[in-house]
């Protein structure tokens, strides 16, 4: 690994902490003091741009990086890649490796306090580059990757974070192959995410949930008692009904039976009437005989009388002749005559005014008849349309409930979701608490005041061509001078 140190130490000596097998200065010749996990740099070391060292270590790195080729579907070593044809596809395997246990507590919904037990890492981003030629390579896959054309050349990159595992591809066709180098950069952060306060907007809306769902299930509640008795309604509407059936059976045959009776007191009134006109005839016969009788009586007397000598010729006659003066004055006297009895009339005839009474009450019993037949017919209709109005209820009632059912398990989740995201919250900050406190790779506790930056860089594939003897061989930059430069000009 290299590190730089920059800046102007307090003191003649700066401390870098770490177990190192080895150190090398890229910069000067200057040798550092090594210690038990710790080495000791002259202040003298430090040039303008800062200390550049290189450092051993067989400490494991946080993460672990796999780059394996394929040239038409074969798997190829790198190495044997110069100069081949055909379809190239690299695929970057990144795994993070710093996997650790934490107890979270978080406030979740009504402020209730909340803890689990997370397995996190710390959070790494990884930019991965290279330059691909373009007038080189056809048919060129990059899924996830941003693009770039500067000149022949397409710069292309990659931003992941592994929790714990990621994957890159660069797929492409080309012959003669050839490939830039591919850089890795590593650093601890954490994907910015943008911060939610939905609080108090949650918990009002759980709030608002329950008290929707209190309402549903009264409503329900008070469609079931509504549906009961509509159903009690329409079990009195079927005995009303069968009560209504009997009553107007009832009612038909006391109608029919007055009109009966009133039939039979007409024929009687008029049975009595015929009577009545035969006895007053017969009565007027007797009376006129009996009349005729008293004066052929009354004659009979007077001729007795005349027969007797007068009382003035025979005193003894006087008795005999009162007698019969008193009999013919008895006879003769019109109070004494029989009349016929007088008949009643039509207004004042009970028999007459039973029969009329008698007609009323079946006219009224007819009407009456009517009414509960058309009741009784209807009852059971009511009775029917009752219960479907209950069954409708009933449906009701359900549906109230169901939906309240669909409240609570709105409520629930909506709680559920609401600590959920506290619980997400709880875990981003914990994240930004281990990519701010991964301060050094070495030594993380006494480096507080340290950058850490991790970068990686593959060797070019290139097609080997012998030299000529007259040309000198161009000088490279080993590795760690590479890395070196790449640290001067990021910082410069």
């Keep these: 690994m290299v590190n ?17 097998r080895e150190i090398n200065n890229s910069g000067s010749d200057v040798k550092p003091r090594m210690g038990k996990d710790q080495i000791s740099w002259p202040s003298s070391a430090f040039e303008e741009k800062g200390l550049f060292y290189q450092g051993l270590t067989d400490k494991e790195l946080p993460f672990k990086i796999v780059i394996d080729y394929t040239l038409d579907g074969k798997p190829i070593k790198p190495e044997q890649l110069a100069g081949k044809n055909g379809n190239l596809k690299v695929n970057i395997h990144l795994e993070n490796l710093s996997k650790q246990k934490f107890m979270l507590s978080y406030q979740g919904q009504q402020g209730k306090q909340l803890s689990a ?27 996830g990757a941003s693009q770039v054309v500067v ?27 050839e490939l830039n180098p591919i850089e890795i950069a590593a650093l601890p952060t954490v994907l910015p ?33 509504i549906q009961r008795n509509q159903e009690k309604i329409a079990d009195g509407c079927s005995q009303v009904a069968a009560g209504l059936g009997e009553l107007e059976e009832g009612v038909k045959g006391a109608y029919e039976g007055s009109g009966q009776l009133a039939g039979g007191l007409e024929q009687l009134r008029q049975q009595l009437a015929a009577s009545n006109e035969q006895l007053t005839q017969q009565l007027t016969e007797l009376l006129a005989q009996q009349t005729q009788q008293t004066q052929e009586l009354i004659t009979q007397l007077y001729q007795l009388k005349q027969s007797i000598p007068s009382p003035q010729e025979n005193p003894e006659n006087y008795e005999a002749h009162v007698r019969i003066d008193a009999l ?74 169901k939906a309240a059912d669909g409240i609570s398990t709105t409520k629930k989740e909506s709680g559920g979701q609401f600590n959920e995201l506290k619980r997400g919250q709880a875990v981003t900050d914990k994240l930004e608490i281990l990519a701010d406190d991964y301060k050094s790779f070495m030594d993380n506790t006494n480096n507080s005041n340290s950058q850490v ?40």
Excluded: C
Aim: without cysteine; glycine residues 8%; hydrophobic residues 35%.
């Design 4 to 20: 730089w140190a920059y800046g102007t130490p307090d003191g003649d000596s700066w401390t870098d902490y770490g177990n190192y």
């Design 117 to 143: 037990e997370e397995t996190l890492y710390t959070p790494f981003m990884f930019q991965v580059s290279t330059t691909i030629p373009a007038g080189k390579w056809k048919n060129i896959k990059t899924p």
């Design 151 to 177: 000149g022949d050349q397409i710069q292309v990159a990659w931003m992941v974070f592994p929790f714990p595992k990621e994957e890159i591809s660069l797929e492409m066709q080309g012959n003669n192959i």
């Design 193 to 225: 995410l943008p911060s939610l306060d939905m609080d108090s907007e949650l918990n009002q809306l759980i709030v608002g949930l329950g008290q929707l769902e209190s309402s549903l299930n009264k409503m329900g509640s008070a469609a079931q008692e």
């Design 328 to 401: 013919i004055k008895n006879l003769e006297n019109p109070n004494n005559v029989p009349s016929l009895p007088s008949l009643p009339s039509q207004e004042n005839d009970p028999l007459a005014l039973l029969t009329d009474a008698v007609n009323m009450l079946n006219s009224g019993l007819g009407e009456i008849h009517q009414g509960t037949q058309r009741l009784a017919q209807e009852t059971p209709s009511l009775s029917s349309g009752m219960k479907e109005l209950a069954k409708g209820q009933g449906q009701l009632a359900d549906g109230l409930l």
């Design 453 to 492: 930056q991790f970068l990686l860089r593959t060797e070019g594939i290139e097609i080997t061509e012998p030299a000529a003897e007259s040309a000198p061989e161009p000088t490279k930059n080993t590795p760690w001078q590479s890395i070196k430069n790449f640290f001067k000009n990021l910082f410069s």
